[in-house]
Antibody
Framework: QITLKESGPTLVKPTQTLTLTCTFS??????????VGWIRQPPGKALEWLAL???????RYSPSLKSRLTITKDTSKNQVVLTMTNMDPVDTATYYC???????????WGQGTLVTVSS | QSVLTQPPSVSAAPGQKVTISCSGS????????VSWYQQLPGTAPKLLIY???KRPSGIPDRFSGSKSGTSATLGITGLQTGDEADYYC???????????FGGGTKLTVL
């Protein structure tokens, strides 16, 4: 049974760096074809993909946010970490991590964590 | 402005059928698989359809997906009040090298 859970601060100040951790179980990020992605959703708005990391450490980033994002994995801890620099109030959103299996979809999602950017 | 275009809202009566469209281009829908997600109020998105028309285990056959050219469609038959949710289409965009989602469609079951 695959589960994912996001953790991190609920409140960050403008210009600070956000660090979010996705802790998962039920799969290994060392298995061929497996990936974990981050997706966010501002209140009342649509889903926005942020980043992806695959079992082979291949990393992909949203073109519009690439300069601010870093995604890493710790296979031994079953964790994926996303950092986003220079946070702004427009980055206020629920951040989700999700499992990806070699294809073009996210089949398991975490519950999400709401991050508010405010001074 | 989303790369994939969906109608903001659709509505239908219980028991009826509804379709939700998702329009893209050759760099995304035209050459890649489409997935659909259901997001019930206050919950995380849930995979509804993958690879254009496949249903994960546990998804009833009331939900169906299709693709033609650069557009995809989600169909829901036998509408229930529990189907009221936001629905999103998604796919990979080969030109952007990015996952893209539609703007979402709010389904109201009248």
């Amino acid at each position: 049974q695959i589960t994912l859970k996001e953790s991190g601060p609920t409140l960050v100040k403008p210009t600070q760096t956000l660090t979010l951790t996705c802790t998962f179980s039920g799969f290994s990020l060392s298995t061929s074809g497996v990936g974990v992605g981050w997706i966010r959703q501002p209140p009342g708005k649509a889903l926005e993909w942020l980043a992806l990391i695959y079992w082979n450490d291949d990393k992909r980033y949203s073109p519009s946010l690439k300069s601010r994002l870093t995604i890493t994995k710790d296979t031994s801890k079953n964790q994926v970490v996303l950092t986003m620099t220079n946070m702004d109030p427009v980055d206020t959103a629920t951040y989700y991590c999700a499992h990806r299996q070699a294809s073009y979809y996210f089949d398991y999602w975490g519950q999400g964590t709401l991050v508010t950017v405010s001074s | 402005q989303s790369v994939l275009t969906q109608p903001p809202s659709v509505s239908a009566a219980p028991g009826q059928k509804v379709t939700i469209s998702c329009s893209g281009s050759s760099s995304n829908i035209g050459n890649n698989y489409v997935s659909w997600y259901q997001q019930l109020p206050g919950t995380a998105p849930k995979l509804l359809i993958y690879d254009n028309n496949k249903r994960p285990s546990g998804i009833p056959d009331r939900f169906s997906g299709s693709k033609s050219g650069t557009s995809a469609t989600l169909g829901i038959t036998g509408l229930q009040t529990g189907d009221e949710a936001d629905y999103y289409c998604g796919t990979w965009d080969s030109s952007l090298s990015a996952e893209v989602f539609g703007g979402g469609t709010k389904l109201t079951v009248l």
